[in-house]
Each structure stands twice: as C-alpha cells, then as structure tokens.
C-alpha cells in the first residue's frame, strides 16, 4: 500500500528565500505524483504532475523533483513571495486508475 | 465548465436528514473522484468512477454514504441519516483517465452537521 509523507508539517520563510518542501513515499513503483496547492477554504489547486518515467518537472518558479530508488520528491519554490503562502500537498496514484494517496501537507507562510 | 464545478459551496444540515452533493466535472474527462477533508485531517478517499466501468467503492465509510454518476458525466454523492462527524468539506476532483492525468478538483462542498 503507498504511504505518502510530508515533513515539515509547517514551515515560515522570509520573502525571497527559496522554498524546499519534501515528500516521502512508500512504494517505489510509483505511476506519477502530483503537486497541489491549497488556500484557506479552498479546493486543491494542482500545480505540477512527475510521470514514473521523469525526473523533474518545471513551472515558472515551480520546479519539482522525483526520485523513485530513494521514495522521494521535492517541490522547490524559488524567490517565494507572500502569495505563495498556502499548504501544500503532494499525492501519489494507489493503483492504475489514479486513485491518490495524499500526504498531510506542509503549511507554508512568507512572510514580508 | 472550465473547471469542476460543486454545489452547494456550503449546506447546513440537522442530524438525521439527508443531504446530496453535486459534481459536474470537466468536460471529457471521463474518471471522477470524491474525497472528503475533515478538520485538521488529510484528505481521505471515498469513491472513484471510471467511463463505464463499476465505481470503485472501497474508501465510503459507511452504507449511509452513496454515489451515482449519470450519463457519464454528473455524479451525486448522497448522505442518508447525516451525523455530526459527517461535518467535512466534500471534495471532487476529474481527469481525462486514471493514473498519468492530471487531476482537477472543485471548490468543494462544505458540509456542517448540527
């Protein structure tokens, strides 16, 4: 069964600083994993999707990593900014279908 | 639409009634997903559709709960006999497939038990 962790649970940086957020899971033979982003009272918001088959996937200031033989993928944010102040989640799909396990998130604040 | 669209945003509902949560997914995207986020909580799986396909079923927590999906394309999650710890936002989401598509999700309905 994949397990998806997320640590920290919450992490506070200055403006401009470079975000790291880290995400463990379980199963290594992983179909792909997501990114989201969710705002206060607010629904998921996806952000970037790895297939098994990349290593890495960008966004603009978004740029995330996947690593299958150490469980492990990362979301870097470069130069954050107060509006990038959310939680994040990562997720990966169960089965074949998609189904996600979701991590906890990781509560982000940048503060001015 | 242009996204997942969900209503109500918001219900109220007493113990004991029944109340229904309505998903229109993307257009053409053929699975659809309902989660549900408590308080505090991560988000947890409830029910999965793909085309024709039986749903998958696994993550409902109870008989109370039940899904439908008409036509391939709008599906209505339903709650008989609603409890307090039914209080959670109800959250769908759509993709084109399964596994290797990205998935969208909606706004969420909030739903409040008293």
């Known amino acids: 069964k994949q397990e998806v962790t997320q640590i920290p649970a919450a992490l506070s940086v200055p403006e401009g600083e470079n975000l790291v957020l880290n995400c463990s899971f379980t199963d290594s033979a992983i179909y792909n994993l997501q990114w989201f982003r969710q705002d206060p009272g607010k629904g998921l918001t996806s952000l970037l999707l790895?297939?098994?088959?990349?290593r890495e996937q960008t966004s603009g200031r978004l740029n995330a990593s996947l690593d299958k033989s150490s469980g492990r993928s990362t979301l870097y944010i470069a130069a954050s900014q107060p509006g990038d102040s959310a939680t994040y989640l990562c997720a990966a799909p169960t089965d074949s279908w998609g189904k996600l396990q979701f991590g906890a998130g990781t509560q982000v604040v940048v503060t001015p | 639409g242009a996204g997942v669209s969900q209503s109500p945003s918001n219900k109220v509902t007493e113990k004991g009634k029944d109340v229904e949560l309505r998903c229109d997914p993307i257009?053409?995207?053929?699975?659809l997903y309902w989660y549900r986020q408590s308080l505090g909580q991560g988000l947890e799986f409830l029910i999965y559709f793909q085309g024709n396909s039986a749903p998958d079923k696994s993550g409902l927590p109870s008989d109370r709960f039940s899904a439908e999906r008409t036509g391939g394309s709008v599906s209505t999650l339903t709650i008989q006999r609603t409890q307090q710890e039914d209080s959670a936002v109800y959250l769908c989401?759509?993709?084109?497939?399964?596994?290797?598509?990205?998935?969208?999700f909606g706004e969420g309905s909030w739903l409040t038990v008293v």
């Open positions: 257009s053409g995207h053929t699975a």
């Open positions: 989401a759509s993709s084109k497939t399964g596994s290797g598509n990205t998935i969208y």
């Open positions: 790895i297939q098994s088959s990349q």
